[in-house]
């Protein structure tokens, strides 16, 4: 029961920013203040229904109070009614101490549970300073710092009505006339940008930035300076102010106990200031991503408390700006997101994307320039920055807002930015697998491209060397590689020469187009190539050095498949893991190539391979949808189909139970996406028979036969007989009636493998598997005679495709020629082929 009844003399329900502080206990306030500073996460994670009947039964909280708080028009709303009313509870309640152990018994589930439990640490982690101790107002004490201060200003007057001068440019990161009045007279939060930065407190030092021209020997305070001042200024007791600004001025007071949630990598900065001149220049772009990304989480603080002015739109505040602009550092961001995504549940990039949406929804036309080129920019940027953590589906959000602006002034000022967007829209579509709707931006592109081309000078302003590109990718993809080879050569021949990023992007698509089209000999040569340019243009510390030397292992892993390939899939993942610091796309990617290299080079010393796979598909489910995880699966089932044979026979079942649901699962996502008709659906179907095969049971080997059989029918429909990708399959299924003592179906199926395979010259491992196994099969079958003819052609055939030569760190460290040197004697082989004709034309006529 409870000792007084206080239905009647209830203190009505206060804001945050009301609560009492005077006629309440020290620990009254402290607790009060901790439910304060932690509003934010409370509202946003807490579900009151968890905790209310707790709460009631320790008479905490009354029948009215539950009343009050279901009047709320939303979840979150009732939650902010409860934590409004805690507070003014009386001391004799424990109403903290209650609400504290609700929280860690709450009636939910598990997930819910361990949030809870993050709250409660939040609650306890939270430093209060003295509730009875007076603020006072900092003493001027001249010091030797007042030099490194910046001068000390009265706060401006308030703000009537943002006012646009004409003087307002774009170094000064303050946007243009008509994204001011974008929003009319209402009070929209997405009217003004602005600038932030922080005040110097009275006797505590300033944060400020790295001027270009500082001395080498005082960079390491700065340094310094960086990496702590944000912690100290959350226990400090003098007041600090963040700058807002943009068509005007103001200080703010920072958040109180404001602290901050970065965590600074100390030791990966120390190592990589120990390391090579690429580590030394990372650390450099780290230092200056770490005070950008400081900047922005005090923005993003002050937005959580409202604390910032009306009219404030994150999306167009400096602090973002600052980073979008940043565009060769992407990568280095991503520690810091996934940190404040993990550990304060704030997923920053969706928020700011979220919110330019909303405001380019919001602005009435595409017709000021300025407007639209700012914008235009800000929109390719950020799907650039999202495109580094997977977010495709915002990706196709932001680009949709901004052709939707563009398409308010359908006139011949937007059309080269509207041909841009598409071809964004296309490239994003290709990499989230969504084909028929990549096709459509295609047709969009291709009537933009129409138009332009009927401009003066049309012509001279594309570079379809793009367009070209990701023609050739759709086609790729969707098993067209004929067409996609000869959109590749196209994109190569189209492209810039001073477009560095799309020059590396159509060297990766052309050196997976020629191993499709299976002519290794000239997909080496690209394949090396490009590992060269990537390291002329980007240096070693740099995604797309990261991504040529994947595009290599590619390569490698088809035709190689030496140790060679493996080391440069190690050095792929060291410098993965040295950029990213963290879970990310190219680090799951690169756990993969190493697993698939490890394996095609036949080294399963200490099952490495099943360990970077499986360390592939953990980080791939930590960074990427669901649907994108095909073939990280497959990778894993491969892996655990070879441990699997390495194992004891206890062991060896469950691992290959494990394999075939991965396949299965595998199998279910590329024919979602590709089709239950195409190559990859195919080779899905192959893998999963395989695994079944390998378990030794007699019902699996006839389902393993039956999915093998399902995959060689799909091989036909979409390859020609003389395809490699039918031969394998049928080389496959020839291995598997060998291991089955079915020599008559083996020995047919591989006859036609021999008698078909096109080497192009180069010798290919699983063609002299062939041979082998047929050669056995036909003496085991007393056919010794066509033995020997077989075993005689394969000696010819292994002098007419010898081993390709060794390939070092030399060759992928040598200065590569310029690109257009490069394509002149890449298609050297075209003009030859020309004067060849040109000779055999003029015997003929002679003849």
């Not at 920013?17 to 996460?41: C, G, H, W």
């Not at 409860?82 to 609400?99: A, G, S, V």
């Not at 020629?514 to 394949?527: F, G, I, P, R, S």
């Not at 410098?575 to 756990?591: D, M, N």
Request: with cysteine; net charge neutral.
């Amino acid at each position: 029961m409870r000792v007084t009844k206080r239905t009647n003399m209830k203190p009505p329900v206060l804001s945050p920013r009301q609560l009492p502080t005077m006629d309440k206990s020290p620990i009254q306030n402290q607790n009060a203040m901790r439910l304060r500073v932690n509003r934010v996460a409370l509202i946003q994670e807490l579900k009151y229904e968890h905790i209310i009947k707790y709460l009631i039964q320790n008479d905490v909280l009354d029948e009215e109070d539950k009343k009050k708080i279901e009047k709320g028009s939303t979840a979150g709303d009732k939650t902010r009614i409860m934590i409004d009313i805690l507070p003014t509870k009386p001391k004799e309640t424990e109403w903290y101490k209650h609400f504290r152990q609700a929280l860690k018994t709450p009636e939910a589930g598990l997930q819910y549970k361990k949030k809870y439990n993050i709250l409660v640490e939040f609650l306890d982690n939270t430093i209060i300073a003295s509730a009875n101790s007076p603020i006072k107002a900092p003493e001027k004490k001249p010091n030797s710092g007042d030099k490194m201060k910046l001068p000390h200003f009265n706060p401006l007057p308030s703000i009537q009505t943002p006012m646009c001068n004409g003087q307002a440019t774009r170094s000064g990161n303050v946007q243009s006339r008509s994204m001011s009045e974008a929003s009319g007279n209402q009070n929209s939060r997405s009217r003004v940008s602005f600038n932030i930065g922080i005040t110097p407190s009275e006797e505590e030092p300033l944060m400020f930035s790295m001027p270009n021209d500082m001395p080498a020997g005082d960079e390491k305070g700065m340094r310094e300076s960086v990496g702590s001042g944000f912690d100290k200024s959350s226990q400090g007791d003098s007041p600090r102010k963040t700058l807002v600004k943009g068509f005007y001025h103001r200080w703010l007071p920072t958040p109180e106990n404001f602290k901050s949630l970065i965590e600074i990598p100390e030791e990966h900065f120390k190592q990589l200031e120990k390391g090579s001149n690429g580590d030394k220049h990372q650390l450099e772009n780290e230092y200056q991503v770490l005070k950008k990304v400081q900047n922005l989480e005090i923005v993003f603080a002050l937005e959580r408390r409202n604390q910032l002015p009306e009219g404030f739109s994150i999306c167009m505040c400096s602090a973002v700006e600052d980073i979008l602009n940043d565009t060769k550092n992407f990568h280095l961001y991503v520690k810091y997101f996934n940190h404040f995504k993990s550990r304060a549940y704030m997923d920053i990039l969706k928020e700011i994307s979220t919110e330019f949406c909303q405001f380019v929804q919001q602005l009435p036309s595409a017709e000021e320039e300025e407007t639209r080129n700012h914008i235009s920019e800000m929109a390719f940027n950020l799907v650039d920055l999202l495109t580094e953590y997977g977010y495709y589906n915002t990706c196709e959000s932001v680009i949709t807002s901004l052709i939707e602006f563009l398409a308010s002034n359908p006139n011949i000022e937007t059309w080269m930015v509207t041909y841009h967007a598409y071809m964004h829209l296309m490239s994003i579509r290709n990499r989230n697998f969504e084909f028929t709707m990549a096709e459509h931006a295609l047709n969009v592109v291709q009537r933009y491209v129409t138009q332009i081309e009927l401009m003066s000078f049309g012509q001279d302003l594309l570079d379809q060397g793009e367009e070209f590109l990701e023609t050739s990718v759709l086609l790729r993809e969707q098993g067209s590689v004929n067409p996609a080879f000869n959109w590749a050569n196209k994109a190569m021949q189209e492209v810039e020469e001073d477009n560095e990023e799309t020059i590396m992007n159509t060297l990766f698509n052309a050196t997976q187009a020629y191993c499709a089209k299976w002519n290794t000999k000239k997909a080496e040569e690209l394949a090396i190539h490009t590992v060269q340019q990537a390291k002329s243009m980007y240096g070693t510390n740099h995604p797309l050095y990261v991504k040529a030397l994947l595009t290599y292992c590619h390569f490698s892993n088809e035709f190689r498949q030496d140790n060679f390939g493996v080391e440069v899939a190690q050095e792929a993942l060291s410098i993965s893991e040295k950029l990213y610091q963290g879970s990310s796309v190219f680090t799951a990617h690169c756990h993969r190539v190493l697993a698939t290299a490890l394996m095609a080079a036949g080294d399963y010393h200490n099952h490495k391979f099943h360990e970077h796979a499986f360390q592939a598909l953990r980080v791939a489910m930590d960074v990427l949808p669901a649907s994108h995880l095909a073939i990280f699966k497959q990778t894993l089932a491969r892996g655990l189909q070879c441990k699997a044979e390495l194992v004891e026979q206890a062991e060896r079942h469950g691992l290959l139970l494990e394999a075939e649901s991965l396949a299965r699962q595998a199998q279910n996502l590329i024919s979602s996406h590709y089709g239950d008709i195409s190559i990859k659906s195919a080779q899905a179907y192959i893998l999963q028979g395989t695994v079944k095969t390998k378990m030794g049971d007699e019902e699996r080997d006839e389902e393993g036969e039956v999915l093998m059989k399902q995959g060689l029918q799909m091989l036909q429909i979409c390859t020609s007989p003389q395809s490699n990708y039918q031969l394998i399959m049928k080389g496959t299924l020839g291995t598997f009636y060998k291991q089955k003592d079915c020599p008559l179906e083996a020995i047919n199926l591989l006859t036609q493998v021999v008698n078909s395979v096109d080497s192009n010259g180069v010798y290919l491992k699983w063609a002299h598997t062939c041979y082998d196994n047929l050669i056995e099969l036909l003496k085991a079958s007393d056919r010794h005679t066509e033995a020997e003819e077989y075993q005689a052609k394969l000696i010819d055939w292994m002098a007419e495709n010898p081993k390709l030569a060794n390939i070092s760190w030399e060759v992928l460290n040598e200065s590569p020629k310029p690109f257009k040197d490069f394509l002149e004697k890449f298609n050297l082989f075209k003009a030859k082929l020309g004067k060849v004709k040109a000779s055999l034309k003029k015997l003929i006529k002679k003849k």
